[in-house]
């Protein structure tokens, strides 16, 4: 076989498996080039997943008379080391599409102070980092602590602490200065390294300590347990009702601001159930509510809005209403003409809806 006939198999071999996966790039790395001489083709490149590698090659050797060469990486990079995982050090911060870029437009997602990442590259001295939803980002290793497997399971080993006031001043000592310049957020989870009367210290990664009003958090056991109750649509629609008047942010989802998916994402969280980050992925979730007529409180619903498919989405709360986090923020809206607070072009762009509470 000629290297044109090898080059033009292992390219039909490549298109028809990346055809046959559904794979999208905001939640797995899968960047694989295929080169073909001297009877055998060349696998170049980087992915998140395991599986998808093996599938591949799989794929490749069926093509006869060819031999593979495997060069594809496996995140995480080996230049990590083991330090593959990273534990947010600040109250908030930002993911970025892109090395140096995590502010503004640029923005895809925030994490929480406690949030573990998952590192899987360095490039221009920023982690390519994988949040616990799947979705991708880069972040700046001075928001972070990077730490191994062993010492992440350390840290988390004892009783732990979700932030459950919407917000929570941290502080250097019972009554003293302040530790960070912004509060701890709600759904924030770090361990606890004390309870003295009604403060409760936690653990910051990194080292150190802060001091926190007790009634302001609420303690679990170990970490697992803390989002593990379903609470239903009641508290998936109080959690999200608590923000109303918030303003919209970008890739926001802390009670700094909001964007349409960080809402319902929050929301659910809080309450026991998972979704994906974006509104087209929370689309794929959970099952089709036939008509409007059929919605129940908790339901999620979808718009089209600026783009094909799915790009906005809020929570149906019941009498035609839902609660959305728009451009003018986080207001609630409503399907029926005849309520003050319909949106006709909403109601126009209406996609449909999914079931997550059961």
Known sequence: ??????????????????????????????????????????????????????????????IRGV??????????????????YGIVKLPVINLGDGPGSAGGSHTVTQARMGDVLRLLDLTDGWYL?????????????????????????????GRVALVSAKTAESLTSPGGERAFRTDLVQGSVLPIAGVK???????????????????????????????????GAEGV????????????????????????????????????????????LQYEQ?????????????????????RQGASHVGIYVGDSRYIQAGSSGLSMLSFNPADPDYSANLDKAYLGARRIIK
């Open 237 to 280: 629609i109080a959690t999200a009702c608590q923000y109303v008047g918030l303003p919209y942010l970008w890739g926001g989802t802390t009670v700094l601001g909001f964007d349409c998916s960080g809402l319902t994402q929050f929301a659910f969280k809080m309450n026991g159930y998972r979704l994906r980050r974006d509104a087209d």
């Open 197 to 231: 009367g009604q403060w409760t210290t936690l653990k910051v990664p990194g080292g150190g300590e802060v001091w926190v009003k007790s009634s302001q958090v609420k303690e679990f056991a170990q970490v697992k347990d803390v989002f593990a109750e379903k609470k």
């Open 129 to 157: 980092a994988q949040m616990d939803d799947s979705y991708l980002g880069w972040v700046d290793p001075e928001d972070i602590f990077a730490i191994a497997k062993a010492e992440l399971d350390s840290f988390w080993s």
């Open 67 to 84: 031999s593979v060469v495997d060069q594809v990486v496996v995140l995480p990079a080996a230049s990590l080391g083991d330090r593959t």
């Open 286 to 306: 959970g099952e089709p509510v036939a008509d409007r007529k059929s919605l129940q409180p908790g339901d999620l619903v979808f718009f089209q809005t600026y």
């Open 1 to 62: 076989m000629s290297d044109a006939e090898t080059q033009i198999q292992a390219g039909a071999v490549t298109s028809g498996f990346m055809g046959s996966i559904h794979l999208d790039e905001r939640e797995t790395v899968f960047a694989v080039q295929c080169l073909a001489g001297e009877g055998k083709v060349t696998l170049t490149g980087k992915t998140s997943d395991q599986s998808l590698k093996q599938a591949l090659l799989d794929k490749m050797a069926a």
